[in-house]
């Protein structure tokens, strides 16, 4: 079965504390992006990673980290310096980094911070 | 400034009739549009892309139309059901940028 997982669904954190969201995907797929979605909001991008062990800031990366260590896992880090890290999270995986390609999304994660 | 702007009010329709869908865009000169899927709590899924040489892709009982002049994409559900009830989300890619951006959503809601 072929898609991408994001683990957990849900996740608490206390306020101060970062926090690893996890993204894989099995489609071989070169892209992944990560997004925050906001009640009302549009998809917000994060950051995106073209290809292994490369990636750039997206439009609201301010407090946010990533690694892309191995193709298929996208790990995103929401740090302490985030001022309003309640959101739902997802990530999303592209076949390649070209025009006309859909996007895959995971199943997202919904984060609270208190 | 660039906008991409579709219905924040919810569109209530009954079984069996069509739903119509708007995105509309400023300041944009896109080399495609796509539409997705988004049921609560979930990833979007997606539906279609039109790119802006095209005027009309079709796919089941969707159809999306594309119009540069107007700056506008009509996404049409023929034949709507309750299971079509979901909110739909436009993206738009500029040549030279192969990152979509997203509009808000439209929430779809198709009565029985």
């Known amino acids: 079965d072929g898609g991408i997982t994001q683990s957990p669904k849900y996740l608490f954190r206390k306020e101060g504390q970062n926090v690893t969201l996890s993204c894989e995907q099995n489609?071989?797929?070169?892209?992944m992006y990560w997004y925050r979605q906001d009640p009302g909001q549009g998809l917000r991008l994060i950051y995106y990673?073209?290809?292994?062990?490369?990636?750039q800031k997206g439009d609201i990366a301010e407090g946010y980290s990533v690694s892309r260590e191995k193709k298929e896992s996208f790990p995103l880090t929401v740090t302490s310096a985030q001022k309003n890290p309640t959101a739902f999270y997802l990530c999303?995986?592209?076949?390649?980094?070209?025009?006309?390609?859909?996007?895959?999304f995971g199943p997202g994660t919904r984060l609270t911070v208190t | 400034s660039q906008k991409i702007e579709q219905n924040s009010e919810a569109l209530n329709i009954q079984e069996g009739k069509t739903a119509t869908l708007t995105c509309n865009y400023t300041?944009?000169?896109?080399?495609?549009l796509q539409w997705y899927r988004q049921d609560p709590g979930r990833g979007p899924v997606f539906l279609l892309l039109?790119?802006?040489?095209?005027k009309e892709k079709r796919k089941e009982r969707l159809k999306v139309t594309f119009d540069t002049t107007l700056k506008q994409s009509l996404f049409h559900i023929t034949a709507s059901q309750p299971a079509d009830s979901a909110t739909y989300l436009c993206?738009?890619?500029?040549?030279?940028?192969?990152?979509?951006?997203f509009g808000r959503g439209t929430s779809l809601i198709v009565h029985p």
């Open positions: 993206a738009l890619g500029e040549g030279g940028s192969y990152i979509p951006t």
């Open positions: 999303a995986s592209k076949k390649r980094e070209t025009s006309g390609y859909e996007q895959y």
């Open positions: 990673s073209q290809i292994v062990n490369d990636f």
């Open positions: 489609l071989n797929h070169d892209a």
């Open positions: 300041n944009y000169s896109p080399a495609y």
């Open positions: 039109i790119r802006e040489n095209e």
